[in-house]
């Protein structure tokens, strides 16, 4: 099921609801013009599964999983001329493992990883 965010409400504990009860589904996050901005997943009104963001002109910003609301997998995020800026990935506990940054160029400025 997939919905506008218009026709959802958080409750005190953040948990996204529609029609009544925690939300399980996609979110349409849209900007003032329209346009598709975020896509976020959701079971049982938390944040899991696929999430994408995108640059007002369309082109892809942030994209990567989550379970239960924490980051885990894959992460991209791109600069606005389409370069990858970073990868990411995070265990399945959401500890970030390693990370990779570029500059708008596509020159490597980081390679990082981090120790347990």
């Given amino acids: 099921m997939r919905i506008d965010y218009e026709d959802s409400y958080r409750d005190d504990d953040m948990r996204v609801h529609c029609e009544g009860g925690p939300f ?26 696929p ?4 640059y007002p002109d369309g082109s892809k910003k942030k994209e990567g999983q ?3 609301g924490i980051a885990v997998g894959d ?11 970073e990868h990411s990935f995070f ?10 940054r570029w500059d708008k160029d596509g020159n490597l400025t980081e ?6």
């Fill in 75 to 85: 992460w991209r995020r791109w600069h606005p001329n389409g370069q990858l800026a």
């Fill in 51 to 54: 999430q994408t963001k995108w």
């Fill in 24 to 49: 399980t589904g996609e979110v349409v996050y849209r900007d003032a013009g329209g346009r598709m901005r975020a896509l976020v997943s959701y079971v049982e009104g938390v944040p899991s599964g």
């Fill in 91 to 100: 265990s399945l506990q959401g500890r970030r493992e390693h990370r990779r």
């Fill in 111 to 116: 390679d990082r990883s981090f120790a347990s």
């Fill in 66 to 68: 989550v379970r239960w």
